[in-house]
Structures are given as structure tokens and as C-alpha cells.
């Protein structure tokens, strides 16, 4: 997968590793961020996709400051307007830094918000979320790469849980194999949370019928 365009000018030097690392100014970075960074994580996943069994993902947005990651089977909720995925940020500042953030969302699907006031179906998901995270944290912790974890709560409503990963800093193959095993670590929340999401909407009528 050729990662490096060493006709665009940019500086580089070999890693330890033997990837070509970007170490151009501010500037150049921030070019390499939005034309090369922001696009190429999709191609990778693409090409070397998670192992989570026979799950199916899809990705998007690629191209922006931040990517949606979600299993197939989730497109479902939206229909109830519950809009559950995952996103990371590939940013200059997360590429110069060396951390990825990986976050589990719950939005509206209209509006990108929610409302989580105590008797929607974004609440319930939440709360019923939140219950099983705690119970299962510890043994995600024990076989996970993240450096940090947090179920979230009403801290930042759509955001349910957030991890943290190191990766070596300008190093854009190091993102997107972390961005790779951040999904695969995820497979526990991403099993549980599949199965909440299928409790919660089965008796309800889709949000369109709801609205009449």
C-alpha cells in the first residue's frame, strides 16, 4: 500500500521500524493531514480488514477530521432514530501526538444530537449500556491495547465510552494498524451492544410510524 508521495515535496526520514515517518513543518503537515491522512484509513481497513468473525463494517466520512465505524447490523437503528457507531479523529494534532481516540457514539439520526431525557429510547439504550460496560470492564481491560477507558455517562451525552491507544507520532501506517486492533478490541462492547439495540427496538414501531 504505497502510504508516502516523496514527489510532493514533503520532508520524511526512515523510522526505526523502516516507515517513512512525515517530519515537515506545521504546515506540511497539516497539508499531509488533509489530502493523505484523513482519506487513506478507509483504504487500509479496506484492505486489511478487522477480524471480528464474520461481522460486517462499514466506514465513512473518510476525508473529514473524524471517521464512523459501524457494523452493518447497526444500520437498523436507524430506523428508530437511534444512530449507534464509532468514531475516531485523524487529526494533526492526534497524528503529531501519537494518541488515537476511539469513541462509541449514540445520536440522532436527524440532527447529529440526541435527546436523553429519561424516558427515550436513547436514555434506555444509555442506561442499559452504562450497566453492562461497568460489569464487563475489567476483563476488557485485561485482554485490550488501549491506556485508557472510560464509560462516559452524562459527562459528554453521545459519546458512551471513549478508549485510548498510543501509536508512534507521525507514523500514518502506526494510526491505521492501531485503528485496526481499537475495532478488534471493541468486539465485546461491539457484541453487547448489538444485542441491547435489538431488546430495545424490537417492540417499538419504527420512529416514522411513531410521528403519525
Known sequence: MPIRREEEGR????????????????????????????????????TYPPETGDRTWEWSDSGKPWGRLQP???????????????????????????????????????????????ETLHQQFR????????????????RTEWSQFRITGSLDEHVLCRAVYPFTSLNERAYYETLRTA??????????????????????PPARERSR
Open 72 to 118: 452493518h447490523v447497526w444500520r437498523s437503528g436507524r430506523e428508530y432514530g437511534l444512530d449507534l457507531h464509532f468514531e475516531h479523529h485523524p487529526t494533526a494534532e492526534q497524528y503529531t501526538t501519537g494518541t488515537l481516540q476511539f469513541e462509541l457514539h449514540l445520536e440522532d439520526c436527524e440532527t447529529g444530537s440526541a435527546d436523553f431525557s429519561a
Open 183 to 204: 475495532v478488534e478490541d471493541h468486539e465485546r462492547i461491539t457484541s453487547f451492544a448489538t444485542d441491547m439495540l435489538s431488546e430495545l427496538t424490537q417492540s417499538m
Open 127 to 142: 442506561n442499559r449500556f452504562e450497566r453492562r460496560a461497568k460489569r464487563v470492564k475489567p476483563a476488557l481491560s485485561e
Open 11 to 46: 520532508k520524511h526520514r526512515d523510522s526505526a521500524d523502516g516507515e517513512v515517518v512525515n517530519i515537515g513543518t506545521k504546515d506540511d503537515i497539516d497539508q499531509f493531514v488533509r489530502e493523505v491522512f484523513q482519506h487513506e484509513w478507509s483504504d487500509y481497513l479496506d
